[in-house]
């Protein structure tokens, strides 16, 4: 044990490290952490229109509210690209210190989302063998999930080029007495004027190629094998794992996996989201969704079962009066007080429950989905923080809060061996103390 926790310090702690500080990656998280009130908002709408009840069905119906609350899905979560262009942009300068800057780098980063998506749309009309060719419309396809990757690729190339311009000082400077905002505005035109260059060639040069636009070739070699990835239950086993390790190392292994995991199964909730606003079946088994429902109960490590044992098992004073202050958060999905305050960093005894337990109760969920006892999850974003039971019901309605509950049970056994060995070592150091 102890020589492989030296080698994981040697080689593997220093890349996470260099991952979690990473600039574009935490662009990333934190673009997308802001964009998720737009994400969740989408989500409830489209849960509110497509919940299937009968009677409430025919009551929308009847009141017109079927189409009052497809609305809202449709500018979000059919456009959810267009938010992210700009948050990545704004948070990449932000990240790389040039905050008054961070507005207008995110600006140009929308600009140059929509000059990479050709203008015109053709095809045949529904009723008749007309062709349809309309020179002004935009294609939406690329404005929802087909289109993520492309907002990441563009909020963080477009951003670089804006400072690449402000090291080289390639701005209009007006004089001190100018108010600030027109003086913003001024320095921003010549960085501007080269990103919308620039990337006008980039469209002209894909133009000549078979993908005809950016956006067809980011989907294409970048976008479909990832997602085609992420589908893979051996990928997710791996985030899974990864977060635990990370963890046990004392280094927040959410902030290190989360960017990746959120960037390759953004899409997958998203085409989920879709199909459920169409009635159709659920294209993917695993989206963002699985993490928080099945593989981190608690939080990382899925340790709402081992904070239940310490509420309301343990023997000893200190554990009781731990897991009672922090049973809810772990409620939660928070489990800061139990890694730090038990603890589970660096303890050699808990590190074998901390990554069995959210891959056993991940695999058996899965198992149950490929097998269709359970459904597969719609694909609505669950954010840190929302409590277990109801983060099941909304994503999967009452036979998956009822195999959350399981699940739940199943994590407090496989901790309690663990966790026993532990408290009575606590009882004895209380009884005795040095």
């Known amino acids: 044990m102890e ?4 080698f994981l310090e040697k080689y593997l702690m220093p890349v996470a490290s260099k991952v979690s500080g990473n600039r574009y990656l935490q662009s990333i998280g934190r673009a997308f952490s802001i964009l998720l009130p ?4 989408g989500a409830i709408f489209l849960l509110l229109q497509t919940l299937q009840i009968p009677v409430y069905q025919e009551f929308l119906k009847a009141t017109k509210l079927n189409v009052i609350l497809g609305f809202v899905p449709a500018i979000t979560t059919n456009m959810l690209a267009v938010y992210l262009v700009f948050l990545v942009g704004k948070s990449f300068m932000e990240q790389n210190g040039y905050a008054e800057d961070a507005t207008a780098a995110g600006m140009f980063s ?3 989302f929509f000059l990479m998506i050709p203008l015109g749309v053709s095809g045949v009309a529904a009723e008749s ?8 419309a935009l294609n939406t396809r690329f404005l929802g999930a087909p289109g993520l990757f492309t907002a990441i690729i563009v909020g963080l190339l477009v951003p670089t080029v804006y400072i690449f311009t402000l090291k080289r000082e390639w701005v209009i400077k007006l004089p001190d007495g100018v108010p600030p905002a027109i003086s913003h505005a001024f320095s921003s035109l010549i960085p501007g004027f080269i990103i919308a260059i620039l990337f006008s060639l980039v469209r002209y040069g894909f133009s000549l190629t078979t993908y005809a636009n950016f956006n067809q070739f980011i989907y294409t070699f970048l976008q479909q094998p990832l997602t085609g990835l992420g589908a893979s239950p051996l990928t997710f086993m791996l985030f899974i794992f990864l977060v635990s390790l990370f963890w046990f190392f004392g280094i927040h292994g959410g902030q290190v996996v989360m960017p990746f995991l959120t960037a390759i199964y953004t899409p997958l909730a998203l085409e989920n989201l879709n199909a459920l606003s169409t009635g159709a079946a659920f294209p993917h088994l695993i989206t963002q969704s699985n993490w928080f429902v099945f593989a981190s109960i608690g939080g990382g490590g899925g340790t709402l079962g081992l904070c239940i044992y310490l509420a309301f098992f343990a023997k000893s004073a200190r554990f009781k009066s731990l897991g009672r202050l922090a049973l809810p958060a772990s409620l939660t999905g928070i489990n800061e007080p139990i890694t730090f305050g038990l603890p589970i960093v660096l303890n050699p005894i808990l590190i074998i429950p901390f990554i069995v337990t959210p891959l056993t109760t991940f695999l058996i969920s899965y198992g149950l989905t490929v097998a269709k006892i359970i459904p597969a999850l719609n694909g609505t974003n669950i954010p840190t923080g929302t409590p277990v039971i109801f983060s099941a019901f909304i994503t999967g309605g009452w036979s998956v809060a009822v195999l959350q509950v399981l699940l739940i049970i199943l994590g407090f056994l496989i ?17 005795n103390p040095v």
């Not at 737009?38 to 908002?41: D, H, L, Y």
């Not at 063998?129 to 002004?136: D, G, L, T, Y």
């Not at 901790?415 to 009884?431: H, N, Q, R, T």
């Open 110 to 112: 929308l600009l140059v």
């Open 129 to 136: 063998k007309e062709v349809v060719n309309i020179a002004a």
């Open 38 to 41: 737009v994400t969740i908002m």
């Open 415 to 431: 901790y309690y061996p663990f966790i026993s060995i532990l408290d009575k070592k606590a009882v004895e150091e209380e009884k």
């Open 3 to 6: 020589k492989l926790q030296a």
